[in-house]
């Protein structure tokens, strides 16, 4: 009778063992499937924030090029001091990487190429006028830092930029100055700049770039 007792006894323990076991590897199992489950959902979650950011600067972008062609197409946009934010990585690409300075030399090749076809009588009163912010020398430092107009105009700091003399030259329309000059022609340069307080700096900056020959440098005079 003892032996009897002692193997059922054997035997659920055995079982107990086994179902501990098993209950063990059912929770590992589950754990796993858990953390599985909740890395899919983590996965899911971030590819779906990836494709919201994705089509959010997709519609930036169309917005920036919309903006863009209304304020270009003479200027058929309600008065604004700054550039919306929306537009901001538009401009930040379209001047950083490349376009801005390819759509400028499309166009001076043309002009340059207009320029090739005439011939400077030195008696006329003919000339050419080239402007020289944003034309001649570049701002773009000052901008950049000022999200390219995403942010109100400071003319203090504006002013604190021209002074120090470093804007760097347009290389497009150097090129394009140099041809002229080459070519015999009366070049003038225009500014908004005030002579009282800013030639002298200008012009130095202008020679440093290379806008060396020019006729004259008019800058506005105060009232």
């Known amino acids: 009778m003892m032996l009897k007792i002692k193997s059922v006894q054997t035997i659920v323990a055995g079982l107990t ?9 059912l929770l590992k199992l589950q754990r796993q499937h858990n953390r599985k489950a909740q ?3 983590t996965m899911m979650m971030i590819r ?20 863009r062609l209304a304020v270009e197409s003479n200027n058929n946009v309600r ?3 700054t550039v919306p934010a929306r537009c901001y990585k538009h401009v930040e690409n379209y001047i950083l990487d490349g376009q801005y300075e390819l759509d400028m030399n499309i166009i001076v090749d043309e002009i340059i190429f207009y320029a090739k076809s005439q011939i400077p009588v030195p008696s006329n009163k003919d000339a050419w006028i080239l402007d020289v912010d944003d034309t001649c020398i570049s701002n773009i430092p000052y901008y950049k830092n000022k999200r390219f107009g995403c942010e ?14 470093m804007c760097p030259a347009n290389p497009v329309v150097l090129r394009l100055f140099k041809t002229l000059i080459q070519k015999g022609f009366k070049v ?20 440093s770039q ?4 020019y006729q004259r440098l008019i800058l506005r005079r105060r009232a």
């Not at 003038?188 to 020679?207: Q, S, W």
């Not at 290379?210 to 020959?213: A, D, L, P, T, V």
Request: net charge negative.
């Open 17 to 25: 063992f086994l179902l501990a076991l098993l209950t063990n590897l």
């Open 210 to 213: 290379g806008f060396i020959g």
């Open 152 to 165: 109100p105009f400071d003319s203090t700091m504006f002013k604190a930029w021209i002074n120090k003399g």
């Open 188 to 207: 003038f340069l225009l500014t908004g700049r005030y002579e009282g307080t800013l030639a002298k700096i200008t012009m130095d900056n202008l020679h």
């Open 39 to 41: 890395k899919l959902q």
């Open 79 to 81: 008065p604004w001091k």
């Open 48 to 67: 779906s924030e990836l494709d919201s950011s994705s089509s959010s600067e997709v519609d930036d972008e169309r917005y920036g090029l919309s903006w």
